[in-house]
């Protein structure tokens, strides 16, 4: 049998939450037989989920693959690495921690039956705390205004993809920047597809603030110019406004108002001068870092171990 359906699930930190998400794969599996797999992608977890699952996956009854990073890599390189692992012409990624329903995998495998290419999940409520809610919102806000305005207003956790999108987002082998912007950038025929978030059962979320604000410097730095864009506008400001204040000063020497140049005014203006150099060498840095860092064509992660269970039988 031909398998025609995968789901990826990376994991980290996620151990207390494996023997839900095994028995809602399942589930999953039960009206498809072997033509269902799903691929556990452990991306140097600390806690024991790799444990785990060699445990537990063998005697799952469902065709999986266990792929086991050398390191923490980040999520987005582990789901890279398991969409690029799977088999089946139809893809869904979904969470270990099962904050977002699993009947949203079964809506996605039946929107990309109808004929889309992409489907995403977008929150419609969300049981999180306002403690997680604002961070998020303010997150994910600057994020519609800076990186990309199409991006559902909760972000994105589960999407859905089909093998030929899916061969068009791996394509795109670039280090440090966003799985999800580059699933917007494809530009195949996308549907979203609305559901309440759940509440965490176990843990905190590893989504960290430091994650979130490296994650929005890559999308920026990799799918705009604004920040080369308000450079160089801050530049021609600068000019301007110096310009006039210079000829104005010239002008008040002239007619002997300033008898003694005045010290404070030479230390602003090479205090102000020196900011904003310094301030656009670090604009033009991160860029010319990012480019730098895919000249070297290092792979995004490195999979240390591969295991396949549960061949489905022809």
């Known amino acids: 049998m031909v398998i025609s359906h995968s789901l990826i699930i990376p994991v980290y930190r996620n151990e207390a939450f494996l023997p839900e998400v095994l028995q809602v794969v399942r589930d999953f599996a039960a009206p498809l037989g072997g033509a269902f797999e799903v691929v556990f992608v452990v991306d140097g977890s600390p806690d024991r989920?790799?444990?785990?699952?060699l445990n537990h996956l063998p005697a799952c009854g469902v065709p999986s693959q266990l792929i086991v990073l050398s390191r923490n890599f980040g999520s987005f390189?582990?789901?890279?690495?398991g969409l690029a692992a799977a088999r089946g012409n139809l893809i869904a990624v979904m969470a270990a921690d099962l904050q977002e329903p699993p009947s949203l995998v079964t809506d996605f495998f039946r929107v990309l039956a109808e004929g889309n290419d992409v489907a995403v999940g977008t929150r419609a409520t969300r049981g999180d705390s306002l403690k997680q809610q604002v961070p998020s919102q303010m997150f994910w806000g600057l994020y519609r205004r800076l990186v990309n305005p199409q991006m559902p207003p909760g972000g994105v956790d589960m999407f859905a993809i089909t093998a030929r999108a899916r061969d068009a987002l791996l394509a795109l082998d670039e280090a440090h920047s966003s799985l999800v912007a580059q699933l917007y950038w494809i530009g195949f025929p996308r549907v979203e597809v609305p559901y309440d978030r759940l509440a965490r059962k176990h843990g905190e979320s590893g989504w960290t603030l430091r994650k979130k604000i490296t994650y929005l410097l890559d999308s920026i730095f990799s799918f705009t110019d604004i920040p080369i864009t308000l450079l160089t506008l801050m530049g021609l400001v600068g000019t301007i406004v110096f310009l006039l204040v210079g000829v104005g000063l010239m002008a008040a020497r002239l007619l002997g108002m300033i008898p003694v140049q005045g010290y404070t005014a030479i230390m602003v203006t090479i205090l102000f001068s020196a900011s904003l150099i310094l301030f656009g060498l670090g604009i033009v840095g991160n860029y010319v870092w990012r480019?730098?860092?895919?000249?070297?064509?290092?792979?995004?992660?490195?999979?240390?171990?591969?295991?396949?269970?549960?061949?489905?039988k022809s």
Not at 49 to 53: A, F
Not at 77 to 81: H, I, L, M, N, P
């Open 49 to 53: 989920s790799e444990e785990w699952l």
């Open 77 to 81: 390189t582990a789901v890279r690495t």
């Open 291 to 312: 480019a730098y860092e895919n000249t070297k064509h290092r792979p995004l992660g490195v999979v240390r171990t591969r295991l396949t269970y549960g061949e489905p």
